[in-house]
């Protein structure tokens, strides 16, 4: 089975510059997440869809950071303008259905430097 | 609020020597907890967990780790590494069905020849 595909794997850009990130998660898993994950510490996460709904987005810096679902499959989360604290490693992950004790299956991330 | 607390930064060992990984966590409800290894370049993936049951879960490669209510913990274990368990390892928990991890920030187990 493939797993969770993620790109661009590496970006590099100037702060206040707009970058996007791509996920595709397994196939048929309804539960998608995106974590952050700054260097020394573990993810955390900044939004959960469940389908093409968001189920939590607390945590999500709405003045800067969206994502989207639209199909309820892949997803894309953009940066509008980054800074220099967003440099981190953006990890998509993919679960089944809630009700089932969560396997979650990460991507392996997008590297991104804000210089 | 849910929290993780790995209490070693960096854990160096010797090949062939046992090591241990310390989890604590907090949490006012019950819990899944699940440790998961990051290879260099690489992403998370999953190396055991518990959901409920028995309190020892094991790994395919050895690691096993152990759910203890009283102490709020689940340290992990493997009795003789490899220098191929070289990798940052994360202890995380989550409160039920498909809910967010919460992850500890991570240990870095450098196995040394």
């Known amino acids: 089975e493939a797993g969770v595909a993620q790109s661009p794997r590496y970006k590099i850009i100037e702060k206040r510059q707009s970058v996007a990130f791509w996920c595709n998660p397994i196939s048929g898993h309804a539960t998608l997440y995106w974590y952050q994950q700054i260097l020394g510490q573990g993810p955390k996460l900044l939004i959960q869809f469940q389908n093409n709904g968001v189920v939590d987005d607390s945590q999500l810096p709405k003045d800067r950071f969206s994502a989207e679902r639209l199909k309820g499959v892949d997803s894309t989360l953009k940066i509008q303008p980054a800074k220099l604290e967003d440099s981190a490693v953006y990890l998509c992950?993919?679960?089944?259905?809630?009700?089932?004790?969560?396997?979650?299956?990460f991507g392996p991330g997008t590297r991104l430097t804000v210089l | 609020a849910q929290s993780v607390t790995q209490l070693d930064s960096q854990v160096p060992v010797f090949e062939e020597a046992p090591v241990e990984l310390r989890c604590n966590y907090s949490?006012?409800?019950?819990?899944?907890l699940f440790w998961y290894v990051q290879y260099p370049n690489q992403g998370l993936q999953l190396l055991l967990k518990?959901?409920?049951?028995?309190?020892l879960v094991e790994s395919i490669n050895g690691f096993e780790a152990e759910f203890n209510k009283s102490q709020t913990s689940f340290h992990l274990r493997k009795p003789s590494v490899h220098i191929s368990d070289t990798a940052e390892y994360f202890c995380a928990v989550s409160s039920s069905g498909n809910t967010p991890l919460v992850f500890g920030k991570g240990t870095r187990l450098s196995v040394i020849a």
């Open positions: 518990y959901l409920s049951g028995s309190t």
């Open positions: 992950a993919s679960s089944l259905d809630i009700g089932h004790p969560g396997t979650q299956y």
């Open positions: 949490s006012s409800v019950s819990v899944y």
